[in-house]
């Protein structure tokens, strides 16, 4: 049977850690306050959103909710972040994405605060993680992916690693942060002419493809000693599903991340680690 790299375990190893900090911030001064602005309804949306709040609870962090109309306008929409970023009691903030169609253009990301990012999209992470410096905030789900393959003691230095997807979100900044950990990274998407040809000679395959199924026993080598991290989530008759067949695979493979309960909580667990970076920072600067 292949190991699978279950995030329960870990979020319950270090969760009381993360409480402690919190109740330390606190006590030096400022309480961790999280704040999301959803725009419109959207279940996925209110889902995950519903998660992190949770989340923020148990770890005795601040949470608020603002809830914009599906149909705000551009005006309304700035200055609701706005004000979230000069609110001195908020220590990390994002809106939700997506955003509906009027507000698409928006450079969203690069709106927020870069001392309150806690999702680590802002130009300036993404400098830092360029520059292959992993020290300070790193997007929430590749950071999620390192900590488990961390705490199963797969080290990508010096191995074969193939990312499917090359979003800002997942892709992009999760092959910067492995290049920088020595990993030898090739980056496969939609326009990919063999995308088994890659995956086969890949000792951790990590899909960020949005596509069900789209990873099967055909895409793996023969010998099972293939790591394998899903990073997707698809709804497939009402039922939450990754890109990898998992049945297909698992028997097939040295370690596989299941869905649900794999890279999802382990991005939700890693915004609370960014949410308690960035009250720290907040608190030295404060102290300068
Ligand atoms: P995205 O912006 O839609 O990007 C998808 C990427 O996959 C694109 O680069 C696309 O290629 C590539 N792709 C699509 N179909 C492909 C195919 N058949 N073969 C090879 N590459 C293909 O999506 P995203 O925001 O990165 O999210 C990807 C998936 O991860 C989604 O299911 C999302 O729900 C999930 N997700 C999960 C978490 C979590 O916490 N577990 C967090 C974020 C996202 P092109 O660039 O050529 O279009």
């Known amino acids: 049977m292949p190991i699978l790299l279950k995030a329960a375990d870990i979020i319950a190893k270090y969760s009381p850690e993360l409480i402690k900090e919190s109740n ?28 992190k709040e949770k989340f923020c609870h148990k770890i005795g962090a601040k949470f ?30 994002f809106v939700q994405l997506p955003v509906p169609n009027q507000l698409r253009h928006l450079n969203i990301t690069q709106l927020i605060n870069p001392t309150k990012d806690v999702d680590g999209f802002h130009l300036k992470t993404v400098t830092d993680i360029y520059q292959g410096n992993l020290t300070g905030i790193l997007p929430c789900t590749p950071k999620g992916i390192i ?23 997942v892709g992009k900044p999760l092959a910067l942060i492995l290049e920088a950990m020595n990993g030898t990274v090739t980056i496969c998407h939609s326009k990919t002419k063999d995308l088994a040809k890659h995956t086969k000679n890949a000792d951790i395959i990590i899909s960020a493809a949005g596509m069900p199924n789209l990873i099967t026993k055909q895409h793996l080598r023969s010998q099972p000693d293939q790591v394998l991290i899903d990073v997707g989530m698809n709804k497939v ?7 990898i067949s998992f049945e297909d695979v698992h028997d ?13 909580p382990m991005t939700v667990y890693s915004l609370m680690q960014n949410l308690l970076t960035t009250t720290k920072n907040i608190i030295k600067q404060r102290k300068v």
Request: aromatic fraction near 4%.
């Open 64 to 93: 608020k909710l603002t809830r914009l109309k599906e149909d705000v306008g551009e005006k309304e929409f700035i200055d609701c972040i706005k004000g979230m970023n000069e609110n001195p009691e908020v220590t990390g903030c």
């Open 237 to 243: 008759n009402g039922k939450l599903v990754g890109d």
């Open 252 to 264: 097939h493979v040295k370690a596989i991340t299941p869905v649900p309960g794999g890279v999802g």
């Open 24 to 51: 330390f911030l606190a006590s030096d001064g400022l309480t961790p306050y999280l704040e999301v602005v959803l725009v419109g309804n959207n279940p996925a949306s209110e889902s995950y959103v519903a998660h």
């Open 147 to 169: 900590t488990l393959l961390r705490e199963n003691s797969i080290n990508p230095a010096g191995k074969d690693i193939v990312i499917i997807g090359r979003s800002y979100i």
